[in-house]
């Protein structure tokens, strides 16, 4: 299939549909230093700056991904849904499908966290918007986790379709529930984030929580990992690119027009590549969707994890988040080593969050001893 990746970033749907035999005709990236890696990664395809003002969809176009801003819609984020200036321009997707006569595939992809924000107001408009021009769709939160990543990562994925194909058949057929570690400090290596300590966490069993896009004023925000003999790391930029499924490297090309750290906001952004060849690979060889495990799609309030509707009304499905269940490498043994130890400051920050009395966190057995004596050994 001939695909269209707009809020392409630094091009995971686009390199995950490649690898699943799909090629890309047309980009859409607003950040140079995300352009600068698409130039490089997908040489000799039209990129075109703004989704406002998005030129002619080459003929032929078959798909149209759109991994829209989440910023608007994330629990951290600013949370004003599809009203918000970066998640609303999912809306210049429809007006262009609108006066167009072009009716492709959509594949759409952001944080689960809007099928309860304001009652799910904002994945409703997402429905309504596509049922509105005659397509029929099925959505699945999904966890790269399950994908080989040791990255717990979780992300709602939408297919809607304009003709013969049923989206059920793409999103809801691969079923194969993975069973997470539990935790076991001193044995496994565990993700969390030294950023937080009061009122979050992100703690991840031998993977790390989820890669955020930076700070809002540009900080690289990776991730800590308590190693299995205690010792309190952060992973590379590169590690962090391999957790996301690209080539250690891949976003090299950024830092010839914006800082090193920009490159965690990127990768950050990205879809995760196994999770988009997947899909890839559904588009092309489609299986058939189950009838069983469907209920009533609720008419308002918190919407379910997975669904499809259409012209003959809107289901739930209970599925789980694991289309693979394929369990990759240990924590420990994935991230390049030696790793670069938690530095003093961030230590002593986490840990003053983390034992403050206002605090209304629980840490595991053990947690709050190995990070002191990290503290202690990074003064000494």
């Given at each position: ?243 996301q499924g690209f080539d250690p490297g891949w976003t090299e090309a950024a830092e010839t027009v914006e800082r090193p750290s920009a490159r965690w906001s990127l990768v950050g952004s990205a879809v995760s590549v196994p999770v988009a060849r997947w899909l890839g690979e559904k588009l092309a060889r489609p299986g058939e969707v189950s009838a069983g495990d469907v209920g009533p799609f609720p008419a ?81």
């Open positions: 299939m001939r695909i269209a990746g707009l809020f392409a970033g630094i091009g995971g749907f686009e390199h995950g549909l490649h690898q699943a035999g799909h090629e890309t005709v047309l980009l859409c990236e607003i950040k140079p230093e995300a352009q600068a890696v698409l130039r490089e990664k997908f040489p000799g395809i039209r990129i075109d700056p703004d989704v406002r003002g998005l030129g002619p969809i080459p003929k032929g176009t078959e798909v149209i991904c759109a991994g829209f801003p989440c910023q608007d819609l994330s629990q951290a984020g600013r949370t004003n849904g599809l009203a918000g200036e970066q998640s609303g321009l999912i809306h210049a997707v429809f007006e262009a499908l609108r006066t167009r006569r072009i009716r492709p595939l959509l594949v759409i992809e952001n944080v689960p966290f809007m099928l309860q924000l304001h009652g799910g107001a904002a994945m409703r408009t997402i429905i309504e918007e596509v049922e509105a021009l005659g397509y029929r769709w099925a959505y699945r939160v999904v966890d790269s986790f399950s994908f080989g990543l040791p990255q717990r990562r979780e992300r709602v994925f939408m297919v809607a379709s304009h003709g013969d194909l049923r989206p059920g058949d793409v999103l809801l057929v691969d079923d194969r529930p993975l069973s997470r570690p539990e935790t076991a400090v001193g044995r496994l290596a565990h993700g969390f984030y030294w950023t937080e300590g009061k009122e979050g966490l992100g703690w991840a069993v031998d993977a790390v929580p989820t890669v955020k896009n930076g700070s809002t004023i540009g900080i690289a925000s990776p991730p800590a990992i308590l190693m299995p003999n205690l010792e309190i790391v952060t992973p590379s930029i590169q590690d962090a690119e391999a957790m308002e309030g918190k919407l379910p994890r997975a669904a499809y509707g259409g012209a003959n009304g809107r289901f739930a499905v209970a599925i789980s988040t694991d289309p693979v269940g394929k369990r990759g490498p240990h924590l420990a043994t994935f991230i390049e080593r030696p790793a670069k130890p938690l530095s003093a400051k961030a230590t002593n920050g986490f840990y003053s969050r983390a034992t403050h009395p206002d605090t209304r966190l629980r840490f595991a057995d053990g947690f709050i001893e190995s990070v002191k004596r990290h503290l202690d050994t990074m003064v000494s």
